[in-house]
């Protein structure tokens, strides 16, 4: 909150302008309304805060929630991402696995074994076993430092690797689907609904697509799925 320049600043006089208002009810059934924008026809277009768009009529009603705006969509957008993913990764042999990715210093199977650590800290912090920086048991004095640390204390067969990523991206998947959606769950820098943590996982699989498809030389196009990484990025400004 501001702080007044000198004392009394804040205390000044003003004028009553005896304007009487008359409060009405216009939609009812909202959940957390944050947001409101007119449409040129006269409907209102509101945000609820779980992220849920809607429209309201002139008369007042309230549509379900516009498609693809949805922590389900998210979620299964989410799993797209992952079997996208897993097309381009599947049939590699040893040499390909353990071939540079774009990320320094790892190999596409580090990558890989990355999202499989992360996947299964989902499922830890949704299922209350433990947050995302518990479920590491590796030192480090950031995230990104426990997460190397991590990716180097359990490299292995790149082959495991991949068959746990699958487990742990169908295990987090069905995690999110069954999560309470006004929960919130540990993460990284704050607890996070269930939308927002399949929003944050999407994008991670997003960057990590490309540092497999670019050594690969696959091209890997942006989808619409990166629409809710935006709408993210927008709701999180000041």
Do not use: C
């Amino acid at each position: 909150r501001a702080t007044p320049a000198f004392p009394g600043q804040t205390r000044g006089p003003y004028e009553p302008t005896h304007v009487a208002y008359e409060v009405k009810t216009y939609a009812e059934d909202l959940e957390r309304p944050w947001g409101l924008a007119f449409l040129p026809d006269g409907r209102l277009l509101v945000t609820e805060r779980q992220g849920r768009l809607r429209i309201i009529a002139k008369d007042g009603t309230v549509s379900p929630p516009v498609a693809g705006t949805d922590s389900a969509t998210v979620i299964a957008d989410l799993e797209a991402e992952q079997d996208a993913i897993e097309a381009m990764v599947h049939g590699l042999d040893e040499a390909g696995w353990l071939a540079p990715s774009s990320a320094a210093g790892w190999s596409i199977s580090d990558v890989v074994l990355h999202l499989a650590q992360s996947e299964e800290a989902v499922v830890s912090s949704i299922s209350g076993v433990s947050s995302l920086v518990d479920s590491l048991p590796v030192v480090g004095d950031t995230i990104d430092e426990i997460m190397e640390n991590r990716v180097r204390a359990e490299r292995g067969d790149p082959f495991a690797v991949f068959e746990r990523w699958q487990a742990a991206r169908h295990a987090a998947v069905d995690a999110l689907n069954h999560a309470d959606p006004d929960a919130r769950f540990p993460w990284a820098a704050a607890p996070l609904r269930p939308q927002a943590l399949a929003t944050t996982r999407l994008a991670e699989h997003w960057a990590h697509a490309l540092d497999i498809a670019e050594p690969l030389g696959v091209d890997y196009p942006d989808t619409d799925r990166l629409r809710h990484i935006a709408w993210l990025a927008h709701r999180t400004l000041p």
